[in-house]
C-alpha cells in the first residue's frame, strides 16, 4: 500500500502563485512516476503534469510555461510550481503515484486551489 498526503492548496488571486507539495510512502517498489492530476467543477479529471524516475516530463498544453513539477525521491516527494495562475486553474488537485504491476496507480485525497480576485 502506498499513502499519498498532498498540501499546499488554497486562494490565490490571478496571477499569483503556490506551490503543490505531495508526500508519498508506504511500499514504493516498481515507482516509476509521479504527477498531478486536476478535476474542476463539472469536468473530468485531467493530467497536468509528470515526472519520471528517469526525469522525463509531461505537462498539459494549458499549463506549459506556467507549472513545474519536481520530485525529490530522497524524500519520495513530489511538488508543483504554479506560476501565473488562471481562474481556470481553478480545481482539486490530486497527485497520483504509478507503480509497475498496479493499474491507475495510487491517489492522494486531494487539495483545493482556488484563483479568483
Known amino acids: 500500500q502506498v499513502q499519498l498526503v498532498e498540501s499546499g492548496g488554497g486562494l490565490v488571486q490571478p496571477g499569483g502563485s503556490l506551490r503543490l507539495s505531495c508526500s508519498a510512502s508506504?511500499?514504493?517498489?516498481?515507482?516509476?512516476?509521479m504527477a498531478w492530476y486536476r478535476q474542476a467543477p463539472g469536468k473530468q479529471r485531467e493530467l497536468v503534469a509528470l515526472?519520471?524516475?528517469?526525469?522525463?516530463?509531461s505537462y498539459a498544453d494549458s499549463v506549459k510555461g506556467r507549472f513545474t513539477i519536481s520530485r525529490d525521491n530522497a524524500k519520495n516527494t513530489v511538488y508543483l510550481q504554479m506560476n501565473s495562475l488562471k481562474p481556470g486553474d481553478t480545481a482539486v488537485y490530486y497527485c497520483?503515484?504509478?507503480?509497475?504491476?498496479?493499474?491507475?496507480?495510487?491517489w492522494g485525497k486531494g487539495t483545493l486551489v482556488t484563483v479568483s480576485s
Open positions: 508506504g511500499t514504493l517498489d516498481g515507482l516509476y512516476a
Open positions: 497520483n503515484a504509478d507503480l509497475i504491476g498496479v493499474p491507475g496507480g495510487y
Open positions: 515526472k519520471t524516475n528517469r526525469g522525463s516530463t
